[in-house]
């Protein structure tokens, strides 16, 4: 589990390269550090929920990224607040 | 049997009368579910948005979970996922965006709007939301207020509890109500009088 104010990185992984998926994790910021907010709660993988397959839960959290570290040209304090799921999350 | 060359109707009717012989779901449970998304408008977050104006503590209750306060209010939240709150400030703007497909809070603000699934607005908002915020809506987010994009990608449904406007002092809930919009609480317009 992650605490609030933990930096993470989110996994630079790219599964959709070897088959088919369902990924809640927008490409865009794969492989960028943020912040974790907060744990919003437990819920079942929708990796596997989508294909029929049992789906055990796993912790979702808001994480927190600056707008300026995925794209040079934002205003850099601007930020972006998105769920993910702890499996793609890693210490930086 | 090829389910493309299927009559739609057809196959709506075989699926339901085989989840009620089934012991599924009932046509009862079917009809109130028809029912309660028919109910379903923005004139309901509306509502939230100007009780949280009235009344702090219903605010703080609406901040800490959205699927209580809509509740308290008489909007049905059964099967519906969690309802998360995001507060506009003199410090921040939210507005909310489903890059990855059309999550919306279809709870409290009904159907979304016809633009909100566009690839154009996903992609706009994301890279570029002071920009799309300023050219398609006149809304115009100052430089000293930071924009939070909240892209909504998983298991929660995210609204905005806007602002409360000047010139509004004294209003009651229904007169307050009636200047929320459906784009006040996603995050593209800010109410005003």
Redesign the interface.
Known sequence: MFAAGTPVRVKDAWPEASGPVHIRTPHYVRGVVGEVVRHLGDFPNPEDLAFARPAESRPLYHVRFRKGAIWPEAKPDDELLIEIFEHWLERP | MNILETDGERLLVAVRTLLERKGIVSTAEVMERMAITDAASPGQGARMVARAWVDPKYRDLMLEDGAKAAEALGIPMRGMP?L?V?ENTAEVHNLVVC??CSCYPRAVLGYPPFWYKSAAFRARA?????ELLASEWKTVVP?TI???????????RWMVLPMRPPGTDGWDEARLTAIVREGDMIGVTVPAV
């Open positions: 969690p998360g995001l890059t990855l994301i890279r570029d939301p002071r430089d930071k924009l939070r994009v909240v892209d909504s990608t998983a298991d929660y």
